[in-house]
């Protein structure tokens, strides 16, 4: 499924820090193109945007431009570092739009693991934009009209996932959280773990989702490796469950799911989703 198709541009800088660049493929339209912008995985401490891409001309293909950036790793950031560098590429391509021929009205975010849970949390947070800032990049708004998700974690509060999985991995995420070992359970780590997870950021007017996980729906046990649970569609399923309930369309697919489809034939429903959304 992964893509090795050369970006059109390749190293764009789009913010201060070194790692604020991206790489953009244009799709083939004479009228402005939607954009889907890909997060790459690596949890939060590893990882490139030249890693990782889904097949790019289902996108392409279809007249979606595309747009993969990296971000701030850990342990030198923690949050909100990536997620504020997610909001700064929108950002900047949305600023930026005319010269690549990208319409700006009509973005969408995606991504693989740690990637998914910064498009999530971009797709759920309030807008990033501050419109009284001197720097008109900042302006600009950060909504979006779609989110999807490889092995994504929507749901990141450790207390959750503790409830979820029966048990955590011992100081899991201590890096990307800031927080110091000592400090785990105190209110204010327990202020940063809601501001970090996306769907305590759920609303009414969240756009629509598509998630896909590469493993199944398998029951939960004691002796599943913490990679395995990470990453387990049970928290897609906990998205769906909440975005279902306010009436926001939201598609899950894994493993052996009732669609009996496979995962490839799943990345091409994500590709038509995205099209449905953006066209």
Not at 15 to 44: C, M, Q, T
Not at 229 to 254: A, V
Request: aromatic letters at 12%; proline letters at 6%; a negative charge.
């Amino acid at each position: 499924m992964f893509s090795r198709v050369k970006p059109d541009i390749a190293d764009i800088q789009y913010g201060p820090y070194e790692r604020n660049v991206l790489d953009l493929w244009l799709a083939k339209s004479k009228k402005p193109a939607p954009l889907l912008i890909w997060f790459h995985g690596g949890g939060f401490w590893y990882g490139d945007k030249s890693e990782g891409l889904p097949d790019l001309s289902l996108f392409l293909d279809r007249g979606i431009s595309v747009a993969a950036p990296n971000y701030r790793l850990c342990p030198q950031f923690s949050f909100p570092a990536p997620m504020v560098d997610g909001g700064r590429a929108i950002q900047f391509l949305r600023y930026h739009s005319a010269t690549w021929n990208i319409n700006p009205e009509k973005v969408a975010v995606a991504g693989n693991s740690a990637g998914g849970h910064i498009a999530f949390w971009l797709a759920f947070h309030r807008d990033l934009a501050n419109l009284a800032s001197e720097d008109p990049i900042e302006r600009q708004s950060t909504r979006i009209a779609a989110v999807g998700g490889e092995d994504a974690q929507p749901v990141f509060d450790p207390r959750e996932l503790k409830r979820l999985f029966g048990h955590l991995k011992e100081n899991f995420a201590v890096h990307f959280f800031g927080i110091a070992p000592q400090d785990l359970g105190t209110t204010n780590a327990n202020r940063i773990y809601e501001e970090a997870s996306p769907i305590r950021h759920v609303t009414k007017h969240s756009p629509p989702a598509f998630l896909i996980y590469r493993q199944g729906m398998d029951k939960i046990t004691e002796e599943m490796d913490w990679q395995v649970l990470i990453h387990h569609p049970i928290l897609g399923k906990c998205l769906k469950d909440r975005l279902d309930s306010m009436n926001i369309e939201c598609e899950l697919r894994y493993k052996a799911d009732a669609t009996g489809r496979s995962y490839e034939e799943h990345w091409a429903e994500m590709a038509r989703f995205f099209s449905e959304k953006l066209f």
